[in-house]
């Protein structure tokens, strides 16, 4: 499969997207500061799909974030949110320094707390990631279990009763200003993986 192929296989999933810019809507008027207003009343949730939450660029530390975060572990029924997938800019403005980073603590786990802390978060890297040490928050999988990201580029996948799905983690910042070599390497893998998956969902993250 030539990698010009490839995007007809590819899903972008929006499943739930948390939206974290520090506007909310009311009335057509753009408020800041607002809690974040999250209706899933209209959502069936069963334990018989792959059930997941969709955040990006959300690590600001910020009041948004905060109540976004709460509506995340609120309303939405625990017992059928199986994992959470980060699409990148985990940490503004310029990512983290190391594993022990105090901005694991004040972006991360204190702010994403109680069932969210349970589950796995699958995560990439975004541009913003890139400022410091972008190879920490891969290391960080070592440190705590929830945290996933094995590399810069990664698969997963889930299945359930009903369906089965590939997740095809990759880094975007590499694809753009990585070298010619890593550039070919991570979409030869790409195309590789797209290959032989026979998933009845195909998604790409990045």
């Given at each position: 499969?030539?990698?010009?192929?490839?995007?007809?296989?590819?899903?972008?999933?929006?499943?739930?997207?948390?939206?974290?810019?520090?506007?909310?809507?009311?009335n057509g008027k753009s408020v800041k500061n607002q809690p974040a207003k999250i209706d899933f009343a209209?959502?069936?949730?069963?334990?018989?799909?792959?059930?997941?939450?969709?955040?990006?660029?959300?690590?600001?530390?910020?009041?948004?974030?905060?109540?976004?975060?709460?509506?995340?572990?609120?309303?939405?029924?625990?017992?059928?949110?199986?994992?959470?997938?980060?699409?990148?800019?985990?940490?503004?403005?310029?990512?983290?320094?190391?594993?022990?980073?105090?901005?694991?603590?004040?972006?991360?786990?204190?702010?994403?707390?109680?069932?969210?802390?349970?589950?796995?978060?699958?995560?990439?890297?975004?541009?913003?990631?890139?400022?410091?040490?972008?190879?920490?928050?891969?290391?960080?999988?070592?440190?705590?279990?929830?945290?996933?990201?094995?590399?810069?580029?990664?698969?997963?996948?889930?299945?359930?009763?009903?369906?089965?799905?590939?997740?095809?983690?990759?880094?975007?910042?590499?694809l753009i200003k990585g070298t010619k070599e890593e550039k070919a390497k991570q979409l030869q893998w790409?195309?590789?993986?797209?290959?032989?998956?026979?998933?009845?969902?195909?998604v790409c993250i990045g």
């Open positions: 499969m030539k990698y010009s192929k490839i995007c007809t296989y590819l899903i972008f999933l929006i499943g739930i997207f948390a939206f974290t810019t520090g506007f909310n809507q009311n209209d959502i069936s949730f069963t334990q018989n799909d792959v059930n997941f939450l969709i955040i990006g660029d959300w690590g600001a530390g910020g009041v948004i974030q905060k109540n976004v975060a709460n509506s995340m572990g609120v309303s939405i029924p625990k017992d059928y949110i199986q994992f959470v997938v980060s699409t990148g800019d985990n940490f503004y403005h310029s990512g983290v320094s190391s594993t022990t980073d105090n901005q694991w603590k004040t972006k991360f786990h204190n702010v994403y707390k109680g069932s969210l802390q349970e589950i796995k978060w699958y995560c990439v890297l975004g541009n913003h990631d890139y400022g410091l040490n972008p190879q920490a928050q891969i290391e960080y999988s070592t440190v705590f279990a929830n945290w996933v990201m094995p590399n810069n580029y990664y698969k997963f996948s889930k299945s359930s009763e009903n369906t089965t799905v590939d997740f095809f983690c990759i880094d975007t910042q590499m790409l195309d590789e993986e797209l290959s032989k998956s026979s998933a009845s969902w195909k």
